[in-house]
């Protein structure tokens, strides 16, 4: 067979809820080689269903933690007998899907620290984990825990202001304080507390890897001004947490150097750097290569945005953690639940099912709709929680109906209104060297990203996302290769393909959506409060 021509590169690993997937990249940011191990498909013994447990209570949530493990071994072992040449990986680092905890048991450092490069690591990690099912994002049972810690900081927006999110179920802290309430025995027997993040990261290290400021920022744990954790949310939690955890270290932290079992089993070269893991969405925004002003939406099921930012507000929707690539910056995530499934019944309604006629009505529509405003919540919203259709004429009158086309764009309108006065109720300032990234499915739609870029004022650029976390793992680990040089991460990424442009602002955008958008606000406002009076 011909000589593989030596390639250096780093390697980009990312733990999500329903595989672990790996990326090679080359240093002119090429992917090269992917892989990944699908829970349900190749781990069928643990008979999960989209990675994870769903309990009987319907609000417990768990995937079991020797699967992630089992998951690794498959994919080395898979790259081994591809002949993939393990000596000319440089670094790595990864993801590790948010909020998920591992709990390792006392004496397990031990055993890190001694693999024997004879055997798969699910072997020798058996008995490591005084819980073996780990909690995950997905769990909601931890309202009490929440209720409790929110109590212990002065409310909800006092932890907010904090932690940079009010209480969440699926948040960290909430779920240590759950096991601590009713599994006293196991938290006793547990030496360390893990993100799945740094729980990944150990694996490879050989030794505990120390939690990161961005992804620990969504445990409801950690100051994220100060970077350090909270001793009032650590103490409402569990007690002694603080050791379980470790200090926890900026994102761009080159950890410590791959385990000699990776060198002895796989061929890993003994210099290669492991740079601390962080969470799937910091990691995304690594690999989406967010710069200060530019904000990401994924337009997918739900609506996701991701957002820079250099002034955080913490307020009591959405997320702020701590910035992967820019240490003294923050980003945000926030989450729109009405996304495409109500694009899609809209479609149905008013463009019988088509999206050429959904696009043809946005088409023919003027910007600003005439005035006419609509708020389309099928379901309960999250970003803010208001529930069914509201919509109103240019003279703020509700109103029952509009016609097909204006309803089509007094619903597109509306959900981009919305993404702009909340991100910037988080602290988000649109620059005038912002761009928007646009991803997920209706980012092929070129006319409702028209509307996208004039409601921003910004130009939009479509890219895709698909590896994202990892490809941003890849990317974060080549900058850990620069660390201690200054080097920003910016410098490091400029190889990267660019984002395609698909569309810029129509001219004289900004003066109709400037006096759109404080209406959009009042009337959100009103909803949300029916008893106040109408808007002035
Ligand atoms: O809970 C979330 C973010 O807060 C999810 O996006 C998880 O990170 C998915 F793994």
Same mark, same amino acid.
């Not at 938290?187 to 961005?214: K, N, Q």
């Not at 004429?393 to 959900?415: C, M, T, W, Y």
């Not at 569309?503 to 109709?512: C, E, F, L, M, Y």
């Given at each position: 067979m011909?000589?593989?021509?030596a390639?250096?590169?780093?390697?980009?690993?990312?733990?999500s809820?329903?595989q672990?997937?790996?990326v090679?990249?080359?240093?002119?940011?090429n992917v090269?080689?992917?892989?990944?191990?699908?829970?349900?498909?190749?781990?069928?013994e643990f008979?999960?269903?989209?990675?994870?447990?769903?309990?009987?209570d319907?609000?417990?949530?768990?995937?079991?933690?020797?699967m992630?493990?089992?998951?690794?071994?498959?994919?080395?072992?898979?790259?081994?007998?591809?002949?993939? +040449?393990? $000596?000319?990986?440089?670094? /790595?680092?990864?993801?590790?899907?948010q909020?998920?905890? &591992?709990?390792?048991? %006392?004496? =397990?450092?031990?055993?890190?620290?001694?693999?024997?490069?004879?055997?798969?690591?699910?072997?020798?990690?058996?008995?490591c984990?005084?819980?073996s099912?780990?909690?995950?994002?997905?769990?909601?049972?931890?309202?009490?825990?929440?209720?409790?810690?929110e109590?212990?900081v002065?409310?909800?927006?006092?932890?907010?202001?904090?932690?940079g999110?009010?209480?969440?179920?699926?948040?960290?802290?909430?779920?240590?304080?759950?096991?601590y309430?009713?599994?006293?025995?196991?938290?006793?027997?547990?030496?360390?507390?893990?993100?799945?993040?740094?729980f990944?990261?150990?694996?490879?290290?050989?030794?505990?890897?120390?939690?990161?400021?961005? +992804?620990? $920022?969504?445990?409801n744990? /950690?100051?994220?001004?100060?970077?350090v954790w909270s001793? &009032?949310?650590?103490? %409402?939690? =569990?007690p002694?947490?603080?050791?379980?955890l470790?200090?926890?270290?900026?994102?761009?932290?080159?950890v410590g150097?791959?385990?000699?079992?990776?060198?002895?089993?796989y061929?890993?070269?003994p210099?290669?750097?492991?740079?601390?893991?962080?969470?799937?969405?910091?990691?995304?925004?690594?690999?989406?290569?967010?710069?200060?002003?530019?904000i990401?939406?994924?337009?997918?099921?739900?609506?996701?945005?991701?957002?820079?930012?250099?002034?955080?507000?913490p307020?009591?929707?959405g997320?702020?953690?701590c910035?992967?690539?820019?240490?003294?910056?923050?980003?945000?995530?926030?989450?729109f639940?009405?996304?495409s499934?109500m694009?899609?019944?809209?479609?149905d309604?008013?463009?019988?099912c088509?999206?050429?006629?959904?696009s043809?009505?946005?088409r023919?529509?003027?910007m600003?709709n005439?005035g006419?405003?609509?708020?389309?919540?099928?379901?309960m919203?999250?970003?803010?929680?208001?529930?069914?259709?509201?919509?109103?004429s240019?003279?703020?009158?509700k109103?029952?109906?509009?016609?097909?086309?204006?309803?089509?764009?007094?619903?597109?309108?509306?959900?981009?209104?919305?993404?702009?006065?909340?991100?910037?109720?988080?602290?988000?300032?649109v620059?005038?060297?912002?761009?928007?990234?646009?991803?997920?499915?209706?980012?092929?739609?070129?006319?409702?990203?028209?509307?996208?870029?004039?409601?921003?004022?910004?130009?939009?650029?479509?890219?895709?996302t698909?590896?994202?976390?990892?490809?941003?793992?890849?990317?974060?680990?080549?900058h850990?290769?620069?660390?201690?040089?200054?080097?920003?991460?910016?410098?490091?990424?400029?190889?990267?393909?660019?984002?395609?442009?698909?569309?810029?602002?129509?001219?004289?955008a900004?003066?109709?959506?400037?006096?759109?958008?404080?209406?959009?606000?009042?009337?959100?406002?009103?909803i949300?409060?029916?008893?106040?009076?109408?808007p002035?």
């Amino acid at each position: 067979m011909a000589e593989r021509a030596a390639r250096r590169c780093c390697l980009g690993w990312d733990f999500s809820t329903q595989q672990v997937k790996v990326v090679a990249v080359d240093a002119e940011l090429n992917v090269f080689y992917e892989d990944s191990a699908h829970f349900d498909r190749d781990l069928q013994e643990f008979g999960t269903q989209g990675g994870v447990h769903v309990h009987e209570d319907g609000l417990t949530v768990t995937s079991p933690v020797l699967m992630w493990v089992q998951a690794l071994d498959i994919i080395l072992e898979r790259m081994k007998a591809s002949g993939f +040449d393990f $000596s000319q990986v440089l670094a /790595l680092s990864g993801a590790g899907q948010q909020h998920g905890s &591992v709990y390792w048991k %006392a004496g =397990a450092s031990q055993v890190l620290r001694s693999l024997s490069p004879d055997l798969p690591l699910h072997k020798q990690l058996q008995a490591c984990f005084s819980i073996s099912d780990s909690p995950v994002w997905m769990d909601s049972s931890t309202t009490a825990q929440c209720r409790q810690l929110e109590a212990a900081v002065g409310g909800a927006q006092a932890l907010s202001c904090l932690t940079g999110s009010r209480a969440y179920e699926r948040f960290t802290g909430n779920q240590i304080a759950k096991i601590y309430q009713q599994n006293p025995e196991a938290y006793s027997h547990t030496e360390r507390i893990s993100l799945v993040s740094s729980f990944a990261a150990s694996l490879f290290l050989g030794s505990y890897s120390p939690i990161d400021c961005s +992804d620990g $920022s969504g445990m409801n744990l /950690l100051q994220i001004k100060d970077k350090v954790w909270s001793r &009032v949310c650590l103490a %409402a939690c =569990a007690p002694h947490l603080e050791e379980k955890l470790g200090s926890p270290v900026p994102s761009c932290s080159v950890v410590g150097a791959i385990s000699s079992y990776y060198v002895q089993r796989y061929g890993f070269p003994p210099g290669c750097q492991v740079v601390a893991f962080t969470g799937d969405n910091p990691a995304s925004l690594a690999g989406m290569r967010l710069e200060e002003g530019d904000i990401a939406v994924s337009l997918g099921t739900s609506d996701t945005l991701f957002l820079w930012l250099q002034e955080p507000m913490p307020a009591l929707e959405g997320h702020i953690f701590c910035n992967p690539v820019g240490s003294q910056h923050y980003m945000a995530l926030l989450c729109f639940k009405n996304g495409s499934l109500m694009r899609e019944k809209i479609r149905d309604e008013s463009a019988s099912c088509s999206w050429s006629e959904f696009s043809e009505a946005l088409r023919s529509t003027e910007m600003g709709n005439g005035g006419n405003l609509g708020f389309y919540f099928d379901v309960m919203e999250i970003t803010p929680e208001i529930i069914g259709r509201h919509r109103f004429s240019a003279e703020n009158h509700k109103v029952p109906a509009f016609p097909r086309d204006v309803e089509i764009r007094a619903l597109i309108e509306g959900q981009f209104m919305a993404k702009r006065i909340h991100a910037e109720g988080l602290g988000y300032r649109v620059m005038p060297k912002t761009k928007i990234l646009a991803t997920g499915g209706a980012s092929h739609n070129r006319d409702i990203l028209q509307v996208l870029a004039d409601v921003f004022g910004a130009p939009v650029y479509v890219i895709d996302t698909a590896n994202s976390a990892c490809v941003g793992s890849a990317y974060r680990a080549f900058h850990g290769l620069a660390a201690g040089t200054d080097v920003p991460f910016s410098e490091v990424v400029k190889l990267a393909p660019p984002p395609r442009l698909a569309a810029t602002p129509t001219p004289g955008a900004s003066q109709v959506y400037e006096a759109l958008l404080p209406r959009y606000a009042k009337l959100e406002q009103r909803i949300l409060s029916p008893t106040q009076g109408p808007p002035e």
